[in-house]
T-cell receptor, first 120, second 114 residues
Framework: DAGVIQSPRHEVTEMGQEVTLRCKPISGHNSLFWYRQTMMRGLELLIYFNNNVPIDDSGMPEDRFSAKMPNASFSTLKIQPSEPRDSAVYFC????WGVGQLGGAFEKLFFGSGTQLSVL | QQQVKQSPQSLIVQKGGISIINCAYENTAFDYFPWYQQFPGKGPALLIA?????SEKKEGRFTISFNKSAKQFSLHIMDSQPGDSATYFC?????????????FGQGTTLQVKP
């Protein structure tokens, strides 16, 4: 398996421009997560989907951010308009959510290599 | 409160030594505690995880110790190697819902000197 695939790996844009980050989760996984990593705030969850449905978007910083998952194999995170404070590494992660051996509901989370976003 | 506090921020260990990273949490509803390892330019990767029904879990050179009453857990890396040099994150979540919703610590940068 190729793992979680994110594109682009690097994105440099100017303030005010629209930015779209893309993610292909691992085949068979039914949960997808978007995380953001910065020096100041560390790793923080922005939004996650179960079976392509957004479950919790409480981490999305503001209305400029939106995420979609039109099917089980693709998701996008869009920032419009972008601002310099959006500069960060954005990670997509996927997992299989179901009843596991431990009786819990979780299988481990696999992260992509991230998109380094720089907004000038 | 949803915080997970991690220490130290950075750690330097000699090859063959023991690396110890500590985390403390506040929310008693948390019931899944993973550790992630991240190399530069890569995403975090799950190293080892524990649930609060056990006090210790060992996988190879990596051990999690868990103290439920103190709301603390730690990662021990035995016989540390230069290849272990990376950033380590502890995390916590409520497993019964969807444990991909992780609350991460701030990370510890480990350098293992040859």
């Amino acid at each position: 398996d190729a793992g979680v695939i994110q594109s682009p790996r690097h994105e440099v844009t100017e303030m005010g421009q629209e930015v779209t980050l893309r993610c292909k989760p691992i085949s068979g996984h039914n949960s997808l997560f978007w995380y953001r990593q910065t020096m100041m705030r560390g790793l923080e969850l922005l939004i996650y989907f179960n079976n392509n449905v957004p479950i919790d978007d409480s981490g999305m910083p503001e209305d400029r951010f939106s995420a979609k998952m039109p099917n089980a194999s693709f998701s996008t995170l869009k920032i419009q308009p972008s601002e310099p404070r959006d500069s960060a590494v954005y990670f997509c992660a996927s997992s299989f959510w179901g009843v596991g051996q431990l009786g819990g509901a979780f299988e481990k989370l696999f992260f992509g290599s991230g998109t380094q976003l720089s907004v000038l | 409160q949803q915080q997970v506090k991690q220490s130290p921020q950075s750690l330097i260990v000699q090859k063959g030594g023991i690396s110890i990273i500590n985390c403390a949490y506040e929310n008693t509803a948390f019931d899944y505690f993973p550790w992630y390892q991240q190399f530069p330019g890569k995403g975090p990767a799950l190293l080892i995880a524990i649930r609060p029904d056990v006090s210790e879990k060992k996988e190879g050179r990596f051990t999690i110790s868990f103290n439920k009453s103190a709301k603390q857990f730690s990662l021990h890396i035995m016989d540390s190697q230069p290849g272990d040099s990376a950033t380590y994150f502890c995390a916590a979540s409520k497993g019964s819902s969807n444990t991909g919703k992780l609350i991460f610590g701030q990370g510890t940068t480990l350098q293992v000197k040859p």
